[in-house]
């Protein structure tokens, strides 16, 4: 059974930094890219970065180029996202799923306030 | 970069057939097609359909999902209380090399 499970969500004030994980199981991690999609509170949901499953290409929304960073362990079936200087903009639930969006995690809230 | 596009909301009596549409262009929806999500207030999206239209295991063939040309459609027949929740769809777009999701429908069950 495919499963995605995300840690490192919490509060954070402007300018502050984050990193997000999500531990895979269930299928061969390193044959997938992989994905962080986000949605804040009561909006819709929106891509963030996608990373292919050698670990490059990567690819990011534009509205977190420079300021936040995707990667993977394969060796330990784990995804990453480094979030810097973090906006009131970036409060939302933060998922990680697979290839082509087929499976999804329960989601990390990120916080972002003063 | 820009999104796909559904209707903000749609509404349907009880055991009726509801058809959700999501629009794009030639490189996203026209290209490779486009996933279904349902999600429920205060839970995950939950894939109701791949970009091929096959629908994952454990999904009622009440959801059935197409596409013609730009635009791609997810028809829920008998609907039941239960499919009251938000309807998301999602396409690679390889001109701008992102997902796009729609900005989702409200799906009510009268």
């Known amino acids: 059974e495919v499963q995605l499970v995300e840690s490192g969500g919490g509060s954070v004030q402007p300018g502050g930094s984050l990193r997000l994980s999500c531990a895979a199981s269930?299928?061969?991690?390193?044959?997938?890219?992989m994905n962080w999609v986000r949605q804040a509170p009561g909006k819709g949901l929106e891509w963030v970065s996608h990373?292919?499953?050698?670990?490059?290409?990567?690819y990011y929304a534009d509205f977190v180029k420079g300021r936040f960073s995707i990667s993977r362990d394969n060796a330990k079936n784990s995804l990453y996202l480094q979030m810097n200087n973090l906006r009131d903009e970036d409060t939302a639930f933060y998922y990680c799923?697979?290839?082509?969006?087929?499976?999804w995690g329960q989601g990390t809230l990120v916080t972002v306030s003063s | 970069q820009t999104g796909l596009t559904q209707p903000p909301s749609v509404s349907r009596a009880l055991r009726q057939t509801a058809t959700l549409t999501c629009s794009g262009n030639?490189?996203?929806?026209?290209?490779?097609?486009a996933s279904w999500l349902q999600q429920h207030q205060g839970h995950p999206p939950k894939v109701l359909s791949y970009?091929?239209?096959s629908r994952p295991s454990g999904i009622s063939v009440r959801f059935s999902a197409s596409r013609s040309g730009n635009t791609a459609s997810l028809t829920i027949t008998g609907l039941q209380p239960e499919d009251e929740a938000d309807y998301y769809c999602?396409?690679?777009?390889?001109?701008?090399?992102?997902?796009?999701f729609g900005g989702g429908t409200k799906l009510t069950v009268l």
């Open positions: 799923t697979r290839g082509t969006l087929d499976y």
């Open positions: 030639h490189n996203n929806v026209g290209d490779q097609g």
């Open positions: 990373i292919s499953g050698s670990g490059g290409p990567i």
């Open positions: 269930g299928f061969t991690f390193s044959h997938y890219g």
């Open positions: 999602s396409a690679w777009d390889s001109d701008l090399i992102a997902w796009l």
């Open positions: 970009r091929n239209n």
